[in-house]
């Protein structure tokens, strides 16, 4: 089993800056690929970055790339995502997830095991 929190999230001005942390506990992340997910009101559960267990390959949804950066430290057992540039259509929760190791390949949620409670993000125009 894997306990993950997520943390960082908070009200931030379009254009502005957030990292956001996911804390790993009950097992070692390093086994995991891991995930970023995020949901707005009203909408389904989009992929956001994804991470392989090394930390040497990304996988990033087109409407975050270049904007968006998610490394790890499996050393603290702990993902991050770095989130640039925000713009208002960024608003959601975000939701940190683990999974199998060729699961950052894929965008599909249902790859991934272990979900996180979530951390609220609000971008103001």
């Known amino acids: 089993q894997v306990l993950l929190v997520e943390s960082g999230g908070g009200l931030v001005q379009a254009g502005g800056f957030l990292r956001l942390s996911c804390a790993a506990s009950g097992r070692r992340i390093s086994s995991f690929a891991m995930g970023w997910f995020r949901q707005a009101p009203g909408k389904e559960r989009e992929f956001v970055a994804a991470i392989n267990w090394s930390g040497t390959s990304t996988n990033y949804a087109a409407s975050v790339k270049g904007r968006f950066t998610i490394t790890r430290d499996n050393a603290e057992n702990t993902v991050f995502l770095q989130v640039y540039s925000l713009k208002p259509e960024d608003t959601a929760v975000y939701y940190c997830?683990?999974?199998?190791?060729?699961?950052?390949?894929?965008?599909?949620?249902?790859?991934?095991?272990?979900w996180g409670q979530g951390t609220q993000v609000t971008v103001s125009s």
């Open positions: 997830a683990a999974g199998s190791p060729d699961s950052y390949i894929s965008p599909d949620p249902t790859k991934f095991t272990y």
